[in-house]
C-alpha cells in the first residue's frame, strides 16, 4: 500500500490550496482515507476523513466549513480542498488510511495503518 501526498507551498493569508493524496498497492473498498497535519512544535491533529465506500466525510473543528475533503475515483486520489487559509494552518500535511474505521474514531491516529508522506503547507500573514 502506498500513499503520496504532494500539492503543498507558500501561499498567503486568506488564499487556496488543493491537496492530493495518491493510493495505491490495494483496493481501498471499506478503508477511510483521512488527512492529518503537525505544525512546528506540536501535536499531531486530525483535519479530515473520507469513507471510501459512501464518500462520509468528517472533519476536525478548527477546518469545518473552509476545507472540504473529496474523492477522485478515476485517479484514486483523495483531494483536499484548502479555502480562506490562516497562518494557523502552516503544517505538514499527512495522508493516511486504515480499514472499517467507525466514524467516531475517524480522528484518532493509531487508526489508521499506513500513512504517505508529508506535504509541507505555509500559509504566509
Known amino acids: 500500500v502506498q500513499l503520496q501526498a504532494f500539492g503543498g507551498g507558500l501561499v498567503q493569508a486568506g488564499g487556496f490550496l488543493k491537496l492530493s493524496c495518491a493510493t495505491s498497492?490495494?483496493?481501498?473498498?471499506?478503508?477511510?482515507v483521512g488527512w492529518f497535519r503537525q505544525a512546528p512544535g506540536k501535536e499531531r491533529e486530525f483535519v479530515a476523513a473520507?469513507?471510501?465506500?459512501?464518500?462520509?466525510?468528517t472533519y476536525g473543528d478548527s477546518v469545518k466549513a473552509r476545507f472540504t475533503i473529496s474523492r477522485d475515483n478515476a485517479e484514486n486520489t483523495v483531494n483536499l480542498q484548502m479555502n480562506s487559509l490562516k497562518p494557523d494552518d502552516t503544517a505538514v500535511y499527512y495522508c493516511?488510511?486504515?480499514?472499517?474505521?467507525?466514524?467516531?474514531?475517524?480522528?484518532?491516529?493509531?487508526?489508521?495503518?499506513?500513512w504517505g508522506q508529508g506535504t509541507l503547507v505555509t500559509v504566509s500573514s
Open positions: 493516511a488510511a486504515g480499514s472499517r474505521i467507525i466514524t467516531s474514531s475517524q480522528t484518532i491516529e493509531a487508526q489508521y495503518n499506513y
Open positions: 498497492g490495494r483496493t481501498f473498498r471499506n478503508y477511510v
Open positions: 473520507i469513507k471510501w465506500n459512501s464518500r462520509h466525510t
